[in-house]
């Protein structure tokens, strides 16, 4: 889902799916301050980059005997993120450990 804010000089769109940032342009000329995602070049915007930045050797670590895959840059980037608070020009987004995310990192957070 795509949310907007805005202020005075600046409207800001970002997308829930990784609670990315995917626009910041100036109401007054226009200007797009954000990469706009060419897919030919990288497709992305301004992603999250939780838990880890960078890549483990073979996408995976162990810990307490366990070995667990994690991708490139970790997983938040490609999660749904919940809104916590919205308003006119402020806008919080939560993500919480799941079952789902204990598959690939056994912490809480």
Do not use: C
């Amino acid at each position: 889902m795509s949310l907007q804010i805005q202020n005075e000089q600046l409207i800001a769109t970002f997308q829930t799916r990784g609670a990315e940032l995917v626009s910041l342009k100036a109401k007054k000329t226009g200007i797009e301050y954000i990469w706009q995602g060419d897919p030919v070049f990288w497709s992305r915007h301004a992603p999250i980059l939780f838990p880890i930045v960078g890549r483990l050797k073979n996408d995976q670590y162990k810990y307490q005997g366990q070995t667990y895959h994690l991708p490139q840059h970790g997983f938040a980037r490609d999660q749904e993120f919940i809104v916590s608070e919205q308003s006119t020009e402020k806008i919080s987004f939560l993500l919480k450990s799941s079952p789902d995310t204990k598959q690939n990192y056994p912490f809480d957070f």
